[in-house]
């Protein structure tokens, strides 16, 4: 093989792997950092050597490995991982907010949800007289009492911060309360109090699951 003297200055063998070549070359401009003239010596016999091993490799006598015939592939597709790892990662603050739930801390506050909804709507559904009516009205205050306190309790049990899982509670209950009011017109069939109550239901679930 030719141009053994550049192997020899960076006191390597001629089988030595594309690593060790670079592992030479740097650590002998870091052991030379002071000799500018040295360092362009080691500069020159490490671009023979990859100039020698190309050479080779035409002549199909060895395999180049990719990242030092195109150098600037690998620079792309490592760019390319760093952008799109910070594309699915996202803002630092949302991923602060934002849980990804197992199963099982899915299922209990759906469970609970749901039978609190079937309460508000059999016990709400079809009252006429005002008795009726008022336990109605009871009951659905009661459920969504219970249903805030729940979603604080599934709030507070991840992160451990009671006073931002009162935060976001307060605010899903409000936001639930003035979205249903919002669509009150589609509650076909349901009375506008329970059809407001499911709703905030709804939005208590899904900051139960999926913040905290």
């Known amino acids: 093989m030719s141009n053994q003297s550049h192997y020899q200055q960076l006191g390597i063998t001629e089988d030595a792997s594309f690593e060790e070549i ?3 070359k740097e650590r002998l401009k870091q052991k030379n950092s002071n000799d500018q003239k040295v360092i362009e010596n080691i500069e020159a016999a490490y ?8 050479r080779l ?17 690998q620079t792309k597709k490592a760019t390319e991982s760093l952008t799109s790892e910070a594309t699915n990662q996202g803002p630092v603050w949302l991923q602060k907010l934002i849980d990804t739930p197992s199963q099982a801390d899915i299922l209990w506050p759906t469970s609970i949800y749901v039978v609190l909804a079937a309460i508000s709507i059999y016990f709400g559904i079809n009252k006429s007289s005002n ?23 599934f709030l507070n049990r991840k ?19 003035v979205l249903g009011g919002i669509l009150s017109a589609l509650a076909t069939g349901l009375r506008i109090e329970i059809f407001i109550t499911l709703v905030t239901f709804l939005v208590l679930w899904m900051v139960s699951c999926f913040l905290r």
């Open 22 to 24: 670079q592992a030479a």
């Open 47 to 54: 671009d023979a050597i990859l100039m020698d091993r190309l």
């Open 57 to 73: 490799r035409q002549e199909g006598k060895i395999k180049v490995p990719e990242r030092i015939r195109f150098p600037e592939r």
């Open 131 to 153: 008795s009726e009516l008022t336990v109605a009205l009871a009951v659905l205050q009661l459920t969504l009492a219970v249903g805030v306190a729940s979603c604080l309790y």
């Open 159 to 177: 992160e451990k911060k009671f006073g931002r899982a009162v935060l976001l509670t307060v605010s899903a209950l409000i936001f639930g309360l």
